[in-house]
């Protein structure tokens, strides 16, 4: 079934539950009545329910071709906002849950070579893009990162099926993910040192402090040759809090004309105005509120969009962005 917003919504059954490293539990979900899924690509992450007020975003990472269920991994995160605890504590076998997606903001192009990059649970969205790798012939390597070898979800798994592309890094046993060898050459020859030439994709997912060195040594390369995905705000994003001047939002599909006064966000004054729209995590990294933009310069503070999306104007999320002119007409 769909929503009002169009995408898939239905409660799953949890049909299997594993304990796939510590504090990491793995979970296949299929429909009650086994019916089939909707299709999905690597980088894809759904919405789970978990209950009023609080949903919370996981990417799959089974097998895309497999149309009867869907498995996510979740990270019990102590200091997080109860979602983590709320997956481990009560998603047992046998048990439901309401599901909204997939979506997919971190798909994976076509390239030659590839470099993905993983830290911690960030492992989740890259395991169905190296199988899709594999499958297509292209030169690809993992550089896996953890705080020990027993955090790491399906390292071994990883490192039995792929061999000498994988590289584990316990950060126990080796100190932190180093990525200079692998990043700060673009241009350089094939070698075990830098093996990656112009033409490479680089994917990374994980915690802040390894997407920000990420980007840090990807400075030299073309624009668009990292795609990243993260679980929390930018560092330098706005964040959830609206700023600016007020502005007028032109709504074509309800016909409204609106002011977005200063201290409210765009999603707020639709809402306020009666207009159904789907949204989730409010700081602009989940991509759930992605809404059409018809007319109007856009102030982008999502973690969601590539630079060549933010520059082509043609959406935004409305949790976080706003206008930097005096008028924006969306798609609503």
């Known amino acids: 079934m769909t929503n009002p917003g169009g995408e898939y919504e239905d409660t799953l059954l949890v049909a299997r539950r ?9 979970l296949t979900l299929r429909h009650p009545t086994g019916r089939e899924l909707p299709a999905w690509e690597p980088g894809a992450h759904l919405d ?8 919370r975003q996981y990417s799959l990472c ?8 869907w498995r996510i991994a979740v990270l019990r995160a102590p200091a997080g906002r109860g979602g983590s605890a709320r997956v481990h504590d009560t998603l047992t076998e046998g048990s439901t849950v309401r599901v909204r997606g997939p979506r997919n903001h971190f798909a ?17 969205p890259l ?13 690809w390597r993992l550089l896996y990162g953890g705080r020990t070898r027993g955090s790491m ?64 040594a990807c400075r030299a390369w073309p624009d668009g040759a990292l795609r990243t995905e993260r679980f929390q705000p930018r560092t330098d994003a706005a964040g959830a809090e609206p700023a600016g001047a007020s502005f007028e939002l032109v709504l074509t599909r309800s ?13 707020r004054t639709v809402e306020a105005a009666g207009v159904p729209v789907l949204y989730s995590c409010e700081e602009g990294t989940c991509g759930t509120c992605e809404t059409d933009v018809v007319e109007g310069e ?9 630079g060549e999306e933010r520059a082509s104007g043609e959406t935004m999320m409305i949790c976080v962005s706003r206008c930097r002119g005096p008028r924006l007409v969306l798609d609503l």
């Not at 789970?48 to 949903?55: F, H, I, M």
């Not at 990043?183 to 390894?210: I, K, M, N, Q, R």
């Open 298 to 306: 856009v102030d982008h503070h999502d973690s969601v969009l590539t």
């Open 127 to 139: 395991l169905p893009m190296t199988a899709a790798a594999e499958a297509a012939g292209a030169d």
């Open 18 to 26: 594993e304990e796939v490293a510590a504090d990491v539990v793995a």
């Open 153 to 216: 979800a399906f390292a071994d798994q990883l490192a039995a099926r792929y061999g000498g592309k994988v590289r584990l890094v316990p950060q126990d046993e080796e100190g932190l993910l180093d990525l200079a060898p692998y990043l700060d050459a673009p241009a350089g020859p094939s070698a075990p040192s830098a093996p990656f030439s112009p033409g490479t994709l680089v994917y990374c997912c994980g915690p802040e402090p390894l997407l920000r060195a990420a980007e840090e």
């Open 48 to 55: 789970l329910v978990l209950d009023p007020g609080r949903t």
């Open 108 to 124: 994976l192009r076509p390239a030659a070579r590839y470099l993905f990059i993983a830290g911690g649970i960030g492992i989740t």
């Open 255 to 267: 016909g409204l004309t609106l002011t977005v006064e200063p201290d409210r966000s765009v999603l």
């Open 62 to 69: 089974g097998d895309p071709a497999d149309r009867a269920s």
